[in-house]
């Protein structure tokens, strides 16, 4: 008589050595089908979380230049220098979500190396864009109203807005290093 636990023991086996050949086959593989989705997701990182950097440092200094108008209406075209350089940021995360969407390509040469790649590339931009466009924000804010009461502040906002895109054009730098480091390394990969 087979009982229920005889059953379940058997159907775990059978996961079990069908996960093992799997396993098996991934390992012999260089390519496997799973190493574009890699890619793709760092095509995607990169374009979201560089967005959204932007789209924050944006909406940030945009309410600090609202209410810095109301102050001094004659500075705002001053002002808008945080707006520019928050922008930027989400055209790194376009440049580099264009280069790793043209190079993913189907799994018969694209190599498992290329997709983890392509994603920390992603993720490199990206997240340095998100993390500059906080600061370029909050700093953008505080800074347009300051300069809106004293306009000797002005130098010193643009000195912060600098440093903190150079945040994210480290992560475009790091990006462009990866994603070609990605295209340099041959990898054979089997049928």
Not at 10 to 35: G, K
Not at 121 to 150: F, K, P
Not at 178 to 190: D, G, M, P, R
């Amino acid at each position: 008589a087979i009982t229920a636990g005889d059953t379940l023991s058997r159907s775990l086996l059978r996961l079990h050595s069908l996960a093992q050949q799997r396993l098996a086959m991934e390992i012999d593989n260089p390519c496997p089908v799973s190493a574009a989705f890699f890619g793709m997701i760092g095509s995607a990182a990169a374009l979201v979380f560089a967005n959204l950097g932007a789209a924050y440092g944006t909406a940030k200094s945009g309410v600090g230049i609202a209410a810095s108008g109301v102050v001094n209406p004659n500075g705002i075209m001053k002002s808008i220098i945080p707006v520019v350089m928050a922008g930027i940021l989400g055209i790194y995360g376009l440049i580099i979500a264009v280069i790793i969407g043209g190079h993913v390509t189907g799994p018969s040469d694209y190599s498992a190396f290329k997709g983890y790649a392509h994603l920390a590339s992603g993720l490199a931009v990206g997240l340095s864009g998100l993390g500059a466009g906080l600061a370029i924000g909050i700093a953008g804010d505080a800074g347009v109203r300051a300069t809106a009461r004293q306009p000797k502040m002005y130098v010193g906002l643009i000195l912060i807005l600098i440093f903190a895109e150079a945040l994210g054009l480290y992560g475009l730098i790091v990006a462009l290093i990866l994603s070609t480091a990605a295209e340099s390394v041959k990898i054979t990969c089997t049928k």
